[in-house]
C-alpha cells in the first residue's frame, strides 16, 4: 500500500516562504508523475504544480515564478517551494502522486494547511 506524507504546512506572513515536502512510501515500482494540488472551502481542489517522471514541469498561472516543484527520485519525495505567497495562497495542499504498484493508482495525502495572514 502506498502513502504520501507531507509536511512543512504553517502561518506565514505575507511576502513570505516555505517548503513543503512530501515522501511516497510502500511498494512503488514507479512513479510516472507528482503534484501539488490546493483546496479552499466552497472550492474545487486546483492543480498548482506538477513534475513528470520525464521532467515535464507545469505550473498553475496565478503560481508562475512564485512557485517551484522539485523531486528527489531516490526518496521518492516532491518538493514546492513558494515564495512571495499571497494571502490567496491561504489553502489546504495536496500531495499526489501517479504510482505504478503492480498496477497504476493514483494516490493523495491528507493534506497540509497553509495560512498566509499578516
Known amino acids: 500500500q502506498v502513502q504520501l506524507v507531507e509536511s512543512g504546512g504553517g502561518l506565514v506572513h505575507p511576502g513570505g516562504s516555505l517548503t513543503l515536502s512530501c515522501a511516497a512510501s510502500g511498494t512503488i515500482f514507479r512513479i510516472r508523475s507528482m503534484a501539488w494540488y490546493r483546496q479552499v472551502p466552497g472550492k474545487e481542489r486546483e492543480l498548482v504544480a506538477s513534475?513528470?517522471?520525464?521532467?515535464?514541469?507545469k505550473y498553475e498561472d496565478s503560481v508562475k515564478g512564485r512557485f517551484s516543484i522539485s523531486s528527489d527520485s531516490a526518496k521518492n519525495t516532491v518538493y514546492l517551494r513558494m515564495n512571495s505567497l499571497k494571502p490567496e495562497d491561504t489553502a489546504v495542499y495536496y500531495c499526489?502522486?501517479?504510482?505504478?504498484?503492480?498496477?497504476?493508482?493514483?494516490?493523495w495525502g491528507q493534506g497540509t494547511q497553509v495560512l498566509v495572514s499578516s
Open positions: 513534475e513528470t517522471s520525464s521532467g515535464r514541469i
Open positions: 499526489y502522486a501517479e504510482v505504478y504498484d503492480g498496477e497504476w493508482d493514483e494516490h
